[in-house]
């Protein structure tokens, strides 16, 4: 089945840094990628998502990358703000298949200080 | 607010108890997630009911079950509870038709095993 690896496990920017998640995945099929933003006693909250048919998608402040090469994908966050602290978890997923199964990376806590 | 409703909040029970955790999904959503989030472990996949059939099971424990009923509302059981099994519990949905694989979580149901 689908295993997701993500690194860092956590991640100390300065406010107005960039911040960088990287996640790779085992099964070459699937071709769904969200990214995911927990706050503390929150659940998760889809913030971008992108599909294999691109290469980078853009939301403000927040990209993501993918090279399915290589089966790996990033998150980029500029400018951060302090609320962007949160834990970020990546994804992985078919379309094909009804999107039957979302497997999350271990996740990222982003902590960025004022 | 994601729409989608889990309860109880908070749950503490012994070993060798059972107990059942209850979702409501967004309204008009058919399918229904269940995640398990352990210190450490992420976000664990565990089953996908979709319109009250099963979809797909990830690393779900046999002592584990769950359903969805005709008015949409999904159950996970979990039964003969250890220690292991305390952790934040998980329900999403996802909306029916279209494209999309954006999943809406809940805020979980914390249980505690002592």
């Known amino acids: 089945g689908e295993n997701v690896e993500q690194h860092p496990s956590t991640l100390s920017v300065q406010e107005g840094d960039s911040a960088v998640i990287k996640c790779t995945y085992s099964d070459s099929a699937s071709n769904y990628f969200p990214w995911y933003k927990q706050e503390l006693g929150k659940g998760p909250q889809l913030i971008i998502d992108?599909?294999?048919?691109?290469g980078e998608k853009k939301d403000q402040r927040i990209a993501v990358t993918l090279n399915k090469t290589a089966k790996h994908f990033s998150l980029h966050i500029t400018e951060t703000q302090p609320e962007d602290s949160a834990v970020y978890f990546c994804a992985a997923s078919k379309t094909n298949t009804g999107f039957q199964k979302l497997v999350f990376g271990t996740g990222t806590r982003l902590l960025v200080s004022p | 607010d994601s729409g989608v409703t889990q309860t109880p909040k908070h749950l503490i029970t012994a070993t060798g108890q059972r107990v059942t955790l209850r979702c409501s999904p967004r309204?008009?959503?058919?399918?229904v997630y269940w995640y398990q989030q352990s210190l450490d472990q992420g976000l664990q996949f565990l089953i996908h009911?979709?319109?009250?059939?099963?979809?797909a099971k990830g690393n779900i424990l046999e002592r584990f079950s769950a359903q969805q009923f005709p008015d949409l509302h999904s159950e996970l059981n979990l039964s003969s509870l250890e220690l292991g099994d305390s952790a934040l519990y998980f329900c999403?949905?996802?909306?029916?038709?279209?494209?999309?694989?954006?999943?809406?979580f809940g805020e979980g149901s914390r249980l505690t095993v002592l």
């Open positions: 999403a949905s996802r909306p029916w038709g279209g494209d999309t694989g954006e999943l809406f």
């Open positions: 992108i599909r294999s048919n691109v």
């Open positions: 309204s008009g959503d058919l399918s």
């Open positions: 009911y979709y319109n009250g059939e099963e979809r």
